[in-house]
């Protein structure tokens, strides 16, 4: 479980570049590019082709579509977060809205990859 953590971590922070991070939510070949380069890590966690298929296909359809952001909207809608501070006429404060979505972001990563890489007995 460790492992995986940190093949998530090298693959999503150390190996991805600005370009990467800026453009995979608004194109598909910056995204694909990001996703090649985080499934490296993973190689030395599993030759499994289709293990590593189904990490890499679940961490483009994420990332491309920003789903955590999705999935932070609809938390929002169901349980709205209230009596945070208004700034610049939000409820919340902007850089909670981007911490949040980054903490959905990388558990929803974390989540499927420890459901793929959970050995079948």
């Known amino acids: 479980m460790y492992y995986q953590l940190l093949a998530h971590l090298v693959g999503d922070y150390v190996l991805?570049?600005?370009w990467m991070a800026v453009n995979k939510s608004k194109r598909s070949f910056p995204a694909l590019v990001h996703v090649l380069f985080y499934t490296i890590p993973f190689c030395l966690l599993?030759?499994?082709a289709k293990q590593l298929?189904?990490?890499?296909g679940t961490h483009f359809l994420i990332?491309?579509?920003s789903?955590?952001?999705?999935?932070?909207a609809l938390r929002n809608h169901l349980c709205p977060i209230k009596g945070w501070p208004t700034?610049?006429?939000t409820e919340r404060p902007a850089w909670l809205d981007f911490w949040l979505t980054v903490i959905v972001d990388n558990t929803i990563h974390l989540?499927?990859?420890?459901?793929i890489l959970a050995p079948m007995n």
């Open 16 to 18: 991805q570049s600005e």
């Open 67 to 72: 789903l955590a952001k999705h999935v932070c």
């Open 87 to 89: 700034v610049n006429g």
């Open 111 to 115: 989540v499927i990859n420890a459901i």
């Open 46 to 48: 599993t030759t499994d």
């Open 53 to 56: 298929f189904l990490i890499a």
């Open 63 to 65: 990332d491309r579509f």
